[in-house]
């Protein structure tokens, strides 16, 4: 007859594998398809505005290209867009309520609504309006530039991301979307402050203190006349 010792049976018991009622895991390993569109809009022109005006949309920051003039004379403004469908299915297994599987990742980011304002106190077709919206044509070329190398990178961003986490368990259904959208957002936040953070720098290039004196003294100081007399309460 076999007898066993309290020390014995606990080691007995302690042997048997500690996964063996565990939930079945989730496989992983699939490849998640990741794409990532850039939108900018074709920009449209508005010359309605007045310098009093222009200088309430330049103070917009979410809405509209950094600029650093002492008087803006013209403004670029956009409606950012981030969108994404990242459709998810749950699939049931033994031991557990489910296994979530990312299908895809779509995401689109950019720009619409994309207008230029001009100052209407700038006469259409003269040479400061030529000035003015070639300056604003340059604000606009580092958003398109930078908006094309950052999606590349987005994309490699959210794939480091799915290659690890493309499959996960939840304990309720209901928790899955919130789970990936607050993940995903939270990766987009960090590209696009990253992003930010560099346009801001590209575009204070473009607003140097030569481009300044440029404009100020371009089509016989027209522009810097017009700034003074703003500045000075003289419209």
Same mark, same amino acid.
């Given at each position: %007859?076999l007898r066993l010792t309290l020390a014995q049976l606990f080691l007995a018991l302690m042997a048997v594998p500690a996964f063996a009622h565990d939930p079945v895991p989730c496989e992983s390993g699939r490849d998640v398809p990741v794409t990532v569109t850039p939108v900018f809009d074709e920009p449209r022109f508005d010359a309605s505005q007045g310098l009093a005006s222009i200088q309430a949309i330049a103070g917009d920051k979410r809405h509209s290209i950094p600029q650093y003039h002492?008087?803006? %004379? $013209?403004?670029?403004?956009?409606?950012?867009?981030?969108?994404?469908?990242?459709?998810?299915?749950?699939?049931?297994?033994? $031991?557990?309520?489910? !296994?979530? *599987?990312?299908?895809?990742?779509?995401?689109?980011?950019?720009?619409?609504?994309?207008?230029?304002?001009?100052?209407?106190?700038?006469?259409? $077709?003269? !040479?400061?309006? +030529?000035?003015?919206?070639?300056?604003?044509?340059?604000?606009?070329? &580092?958003?398109?530039?930078?908006?094309?190398?950052? &999606?590349?990178?987005?994309?490699?961003?959210?794939?480091?991301?799915?290659?690890?986490?493309?499959?996960?368990?939840?304990?309720?259904?209901?928790?899955?979307?919130?789970?990936?959208?607050?993940?995903? +957002?939270?990766? %987009?936040?960090? %590209?696009? +402050? *990253?992003?930010?953070?560099?346009?801001?720098?590209?575009?204070?290039?473009?607003?140097?203190?030569?481009?300044?004196?440029?404009?100020?003294?371009? !089509?016989?100081?027209?522009?810097?006349?017009?700034?003074?007399?703003? *500045?000075? $309460?003289?419209?």
């Amino acid at each position: %007859m076999l007898r066993l010792t309290l020390a014995q049976l606990f080691l007995a018991l302690m042997a048997v594998p500690a996964f063996a009622h565990d939930p079945v895991p989730c496989e992983s390993g699939r490849d998640v398809p990741v794409t990532v569109t850039p939108v900018f809009d074709e920009p449209r022109f508005d010359a309605s505005q007045g310098l009093a005006s222009i200088q309430a949309i330049a103070g917009d920051k979410r809405h509209s290209i950094p600029q650093y003039h002492s008087t803006t %004379m $013209g403004i670029t403004r956009y409606e950012p867009i981030l969108e994404f469908h990242v459709p998810a299915e749950i699939e049931s297994v033994p $031991g557990g309520p489910g !296994c979530v *599987r990312i299908g895809h990742i779509d995401v689109t980011v950019g720009y619409r609504d994309v207008t230029v304002y001009i100052a209407h106190e700038i006469m259409p $077709g003269s !040479c400061g309006f +030529q000035e003015t919206l070639e300056h604003e044509e340059k604000h606009i070329a &580092v958003n398109r530039q930078l908006l094309d190398e950052y &999606v590349p990178l987005i994309e490699d961003r959210f794939r480091s991301y799915v290659q690890l986490n493309g499959t996960f368990r939840v304990d309720r259904a209901e928790d899955a979307k919130p789970l990936i959208d607050q993940k995903l +957002q939270a990766i %987009m936040d960090e %590209m696009m +402050q *990253r992003m930010e953070t560099e346009n801001i720098r590209r575009q204070r290039e473009i607003d140097s203190p030569g481009e300044y004196d440029r404009l100020s003294h371009v !089509c016989n100081g027209d522009l810097g006349r017009l700034a003074y007399r703003f *500045r000075h $309460g003289g419209g």
